[in-house]
């Protein structure tokens, strides 16, 4: 298990100039990760091993290679570009790791784009102006930024460098965590962020730590601390069928949503198997060959159980 992530070095109000982090993916037009049209930022590194994790590239911390040898051409440009002596990495392998000197030139060489490396380090002036190109769109539909990965307080720092700035920008923010930090990282993200989508998976501990490998306890602890601050809290809960649907688990969910004062809504996200791509090009098997997604029926029979919550309920986002 990895350790509770620290708070860094950037401190309230400063510029984050020379900040860098890690992100493997900026994606534009979101409409599930807070209010209106959203850009969403994508940070490396997760301290929980979730096996229906939908973004499996973003739980190692470093950058990884992803290979997609249905467009492979066997063209060998990859290993002449290479200047390790058994050639690129193989998929999942972490970019400086086995004699490989992290310069991404494999995946550079490659025509098709059958390789790729997950993860850049961006700097914290480069990446809030990279957001900000979407200004326009989040005036229009007030929307905004939303830092999510992996977990973005795992590069706790950074994150606080980058809210701050688009907090000068007057950017609304959101944070899609799943709350497994430092207590001081967290209420340090909660002075600079707008909304947090708070990540529940399970409450019960034992079932909790089987499945993500990491306790439940200072989740639910730091979700507590939130009921101080101003920020606002989605609570957004991922629908695996046979693994965390019973009905005890999620009126539990019910009752912890009805009984914070900072949840507004509470969002039932059901399981899909979109990553099953990603991780055969990470080289990693399908954790949940059998599982197949929920049913709108069965979605819609669940969320019924939230209807005494008090909170607005979602089907998805």
């Known amino acids: 298990m990895l350790a ?4 860094g070095t950037a401190r309230k109000g400063g510029s984050g100039d ?24 994508f940070l490396k590194g997760c301290p929980l091993q979730c096996a229906w994790c939908h973004n499996p590239e973003g739980i190692q911390p470093g950058a990884e290679v992803l290979y997609n040898e249905g467009r492979c051409l066997g063209c060998g440009l990859c290993r002449e570009a290479c200047s390790r002596p058994a050639g690129p990495l193989t998929p999942g392998m972490r970019l400086g790791t086995d004699g490989c000197k992290g310069c991404g030139g494999c995946a550079e060489a490659c025509p098709s784009g059958a390789r790729q490396i997950a993860g850049r380090s961006w ?19 007030g929307g905004g930024v939303t830092f999510s990965g992996g977990e973005p307080m795992m590069q706790p720092a ?4 980058c ?15 799943c709350g497994f930090a430092a207590r001081d990282v967290v209420l340090s993200i909660a002075e600079r962020t707008d909304l947090f989508l708070w990540d529940v998976k399970h409450l019960d501990p034992d079932r909790h730590r089987e499945l993500t490998g990491c306790p439940v306890e200072p989740i639910l602890s730091n979700l ?3 009921a101080g601050t101003r920020v606002s809290v989605w609570l957004r809960v991922p629908i695996i069928p046979g693994v965390n649907d019973g009905e005890s688990n ?18 039932l996200l059901p399981y899909h198997r979109t990553a099953v791509g990603k991780l055969g090009r990470l080289g990693r098997p399908d954790p949940l060959p059998d599982v197949a997604p929920p049913t709108p029926e069965r979605m819609q029979r669940l969320a019924e159980l939230f209807a005494s919550s008090g909170r607005e309920i979602t089907i998805g986002g």
């Not at 020379?18 to 209106?36: E, I, K, M, P, Y």
């Not at 000068?168 to 965590?177: I, P, R, S, Y």
Request: hydrophobic share 45%; charged share 30%; proline share 1%.
């Open 158 to 161: 950074f994150l606080e460098a």
């Open 18 to 41: 020379g900040l860098r982090g890690t992100v493997f993916n900026v994606q534009r037009c979101s409409f599930h990760d807070g209010l209106g049209i959203r850009t969403t930022v």
């Open 224 to 226: 507590d601390a939130l």
């Open 4 to 7: 509770l992530a620290t708070r």
């Open 250 to 267: 999620l009126k539990a969910v019910a009752r912890l949503a009805a009984d914070h004062p900072a949840v507004r809504r509470v969002s």
């Open 123 to 141: 700097e914290v002036g480069e990446l809030v102006a990279e957001i900000s190109r979407d200004l326009a769109v989040f005036e229009e539909s």
């Open 163 to 177: 809210l701050d700035a688009c907090r000068k920008k007057g950017l609304e923010t959101a944070v899609d965590t």
